[in-house]
């Protein structure tokens, strides 16, 4: 499954066997919570199908399509707080990372961290519109 997903696109069979050893799957029927705002940010996910929505109290911030990444923010910056609440849209399946090993991977795999960062950068963009 990780082979598939194109953040990971870069990466060897074996660096993705070795991931896919910290890797766990999740699914989420609709309305059910992923995490919510000022959570501690212990994970990253990559949704592998269906929809989600990121809001913070009343706003919705975004949707999140299949293969984008999911609170990549928090782990890469000093807060380790989620900075909003996500919940399914629809009946959602998940790629669930420890923060330790997003970590490791993107100290072995600079290219990986380059698109985590743009991500982020993306996300900040969009986040100034709402208030």
Request: aromatic letters at 10%.
């Amino acid at each position: 499954m990780l082979e598939k997903i194109e953040l990971l696109s870069t990466l060897s069979e074996n660096d993705l066997n070795t991931l896919s050893l910290f890797c766990q799957e999740r699914v989420l029927n609709p309305w059910d919570i992923l995490f919510e705002e000022w959570d501690d940010a212990n994970s990253m996910y990559i949704l592998v199908t269906w929809l989600l929505e990121a809001y913070s109290w009343k706003d919705v911030l975004w949707k999140i399509h299949p293969q984008e990444i999911v609170w990549e923010m928090a782990i890469f910056e000093g807060s380790k707080k989620r900075m909003a609440s996500v919940r399914a849209l629809e009946e959602t399946y998940l790629i669930v990372f420890p923060a330790f090993s997003v970590e490791n991977l993107s100290k072995k795999h600079p290219k990986v961290m380059k698109l985590i960062k743009e991500v982020i950068i993306k996300r900040r963009k969009q986040n100034k519109g709402v208030s």
